[in-house]
């Protein structure tokens, strides 16, 4: 299952942007084959669970909050096709300017809709949710998804998006860096919004490409 995540825009350090390419999941300082998880960022750890909820979860169980093997989680991110992209390519601050990020999808637009259609995921997550300036399902990030890559994803429920032709979907979720409580993030994102959508749809958890 390929999986992708689709950010506002990068962060910044002493004024430039990191570069998401040297992340990983692994703790700094581990042996690669320890699969020590690096729990220093929210981002991070957010991250690795919703991952680990999507690669485990099928239509009979999921994996508890309580219950994540975070060394296999870890193992999984390395083994398992996962992409991270943003919507603007430059450094952002403490809090984004989300006009200033709408303004950079459309400037660019056919560079990331190449982006998004070259990864070719089967999950895709919006990270950005209910925010001010959005219209329609309440995330800029599908809003924009829907219009220019998969225009026939149809809303399920719970910010859930399904293409039946293509076996797409799509899950609006709020940015993994957000300051809430962490459980009820994780239950909200994998319980009410995949496990839910599993029910329905119990075949597209299995291998279909």
Known sequence: MRILFILKEQNCWSGDAWDVRSESFHSKGSTYEDYIPNKSLAIQRNMLRMLYGLWETDSESFPKFDDIDYAKAVKLSDERPYARIN??????????DDGCIISEMQKYKSYLVRQIRNIDADIIVCCAFRESMSQGSGSF????????????????????????????MAIISWHPSCRINEKEYYQEFIEKQYFNFLQSHPDFAKPHR
């Open 87 to 96: 919507c603007k390519k430059g450094a952002g601050g403490e809090k984004s």
């Open 141 to 168: 990030i599908f809003d924009f998804l829907k219009k220019n890559v998969y225009p026939e994803m149809e809303e399920y429920e719970n910010g859930c998006y399904y293409d039946p032709q293509k076996n797409k």
